[in-house]
């Protein structure tokens, strides 16, 4: 069983910042993909950001030179450092994992959910 924590997501105004992170527990032995999607009101989940062994990092069009992903290997922990913020960057943001556990099966695992509002 793997199990995510998201931090507390928050209310900021236009042009702040706001930091989430993802911390993952359970039998982990590889962490392969971690990635952050959101979901504003009445819109379909979209994929935020990616990091990805051996492959780096993606963003949607929407947030490149705004949002910065990152991870803690040590901690099985990714992080989503959201600057510049605009108001339709309101929305649920919810992080992804998937990896290897420790008895070589896959997994899946999803934080649950940090509301996000960006007033304008």
């Known amino acids: 069983q793997v199990q995510l924590v998201e931090s507390v997501g928050g209310l900021v105004q236009a042009g702040g910042s706001l930091r989430l992170s993802c911390a993952a527990s359970?039998?982990?032995?590889?962490?392969?993909?971690m990635e952050w999607y959101r979901q504003a009101p009445e819109k379909q989940r979209e994929l935020v950001a990616r990091?990805?062994?051996?492959?780096?990092?993606n963003y949607v069009d929407s947030v490149k030179g705004r949002f910065t992903i990152s991870r803690n290997n040590a901690e099985n922990a990714v992080y989503l450092q959201m600057n510049s913020l605009k108001p339709d960057d309101t929305g649920t943001y919810y992080c992804h994992l998937g990896g290897v556990t420790t008895s070589r099966g896959v997994f899946h695992a999803w934080g649950q959910g940090t509301l996000v509002t960006v007033s304008s």
């Open positions: 359970g039998t982990i032995f590889s962490v392969d993909v």
């Open positions: 990091i990805a062994s051996g492959v780096g990092t």
